[in-house]
């Protein structure tokens, strides 16, 4: 076997793969002899209209494919990973790392640390930059590998090596400009600690990468998350209400210099700060396009106009339906008056904000929540109830299973009622109005 393969998870019905005979768990091992590192070099390899394939098949046995195709026509196939040569991982201790505080015995995969920039670059990952070498930055400039998204936190670089703990750390500035100097442009995020890189600290970091723009396209401000399990961590605060109106008012006063100047935002916070320091979410225009929605930038706003896009239309249940809607306590303050003001006839609404046991009360955010906190606040609450809504956010993507590892069904099954999840607000409204 060659250095690296990719393993095929999947080949798509009369496909070329499929009509070559090509199947799940096959790994592909060279394309036109050379081994290839990632899908992004796939893509590159399989655009001519004549390519020849080397396939270890599940056997083992070893068997070379020439294929006649149309110049970029698709293959047929995905695999288990974008990256055949293994992810990169993060080479820092950052005092913050949320998988630091990660509970034992969980799911292996909420304890890989990937700082890949391939993934950056296909997925939107975030990555620091600390373990790019001369040979990384000379594939991303070749290939143009644009937009990265960027572990910014500051660019302080004495702190930035002392809040990513690696001593390479803190050139991030001049990373940043070799990176614009080849023309590729970038998203950055700040993950804000308080008395670390706020106040002083963050006004420098928005002056130095708004400096970049436009090819910094945005800036993405978090706050850290704290969980309970924290032993060994670096000693770090939530934010109280206080320090989170600070940020605000400084975020404020940015968006407003930066939309007169370039008619964009430029920096946004995310929907913790303004919950935080009861501050109104900002208008959807401010948001630009949600550049960051992936990121939790704007997820209250985008939730809003999407519930608001239409009106219920519905002429009730003929039996009455008793909904119990699950969140985080966070959550809460949107969904509550927003559901209150429902009135679909024999249907009752109860919103459940669900306080976060699991990994601490100071996580607030619905995409945290685990069965086990969602099983104790509903039979706290009591109560009838033909029906469950649960956050989609709290669930992995692609398959119906919490943090926790219980699954939607096992979930259903203890609480012997039906459980749905909605991903959004139209999906809410529509459970709400057909409940099934």
């Known amino acids: 076997m060659l250095a690296y393969s990719g393993i095929i998870s999947k080949v798509m019905p009369d496909s070329i793969a499929d009509e070559i005979g090509l199947a799940q768990g096959d790994r592909l091992l060279a394309v036109d002899g050379q081994n290839i590192r990632d899908i992004i070099d796939l893509s590159f390899a399989l655009a001519d209209d004549c390519v020849e394939l080397l396939i270890e098949k599940r056997n083992g046995e070893q068997e070379v494919f020439e294929i006649e195709k149309e110049y970029d026509e698709d293959l047929g196939i995905e695999f288990e990973s974008a990256v055949f040569d293994g992810v990169r991982r993060c080479a820092n201790k950052c005092i913050f790392c949320f998988v630091d505080q990660m509970a034992p015995g969980m799911r292996e995969s909420l304890y890989v640390k990937d ?102 396209l945005s800036m993405a401000i978090v706050p850290v998350g704290l969980s309970r399990f924290r032993d060994n961590c670096y000693e770090l605060e939530v934010f109280t209400p206080d320090k989170a109106l600070a940020v605000v008012e400084k ?48 997820l209250v706003r985008n939730f809003l106009a999407e519930w608001q896009e239409e009106s219920i239309v519905t002429q009730g249940y003929s039996e009455p339906h008793y909904i119990d809607v699950v969140c985080g306590v966070s959550a809460e303050k949107i969904l509550g008056p927003l559901l209150k003001d429902i009135n679909i006839p024999n249907l009752t609404i109860r919103v459940l904000s669900v306080e976060n046991i699991f990994f601490g009360t100071d996580i607030t955010v619905s995409g945290l929540l685990t069965g086990q ?37 096992q979930l259903e099954n203890q609480l012997a009622i039906p459980v749905r999840a909605a991903y959004g607000a139209k999906d809410l409204r529509e459970l709400l109005q057909a409940w099934r």
């Open 251 to 298: 975020v404020n006063r940015w968006q407003k210099k930066c939309r007169k100047d370039s008619g964009t935002s430029f920096v946004y916070l995310s929907d913790e700060f303004y919950l935080a320091a009861n501050q109104p979410i900002p208008a959807y225009e401010m948001y630009d396009g949600f550049p960051q929605l992936e990121n939790g930038i704007g």
């Open 115 to 216: 700082d890949d920039y391939r993934l950056s670059f296909l997925y939107g990952n975030f990555v620091t930059l600390t373990n790019l070498g001369p040979k990384d930055i000379k594939r991303i400039n070749q290939l143009h590998l644009s937009p990265l998204y960027i572990s910014v936190h500051t660019t302080n670089g004495v702190l930035r090596e002392k809040m990513l703990n690696n001593k390479f750390a803190g050139k991030i500035m001049e990373q940043l400009h070799t990176l614009i100097d080849n023309g590729v442009e970038m998203h950055t995020q700040i993950v804000l600690c308080p008395n670390i890189n706020d106040g002083d600290e963050l006004e420098k970091t928005i002056n130095d990468l708004y400096a970049l723009h436009p090819n910094i």
């Open 373 to 409: 906190d969602i099983i104790r606040t509903l039979m706290q609450a009591g109560g009838v109830r033909t029906g469950i809504i649960i956050p989609g956010a709290s669930l992995k993507k692609g398959e119906a299973v919490f943090l926790d590892n219980m699954t939607c069904d």
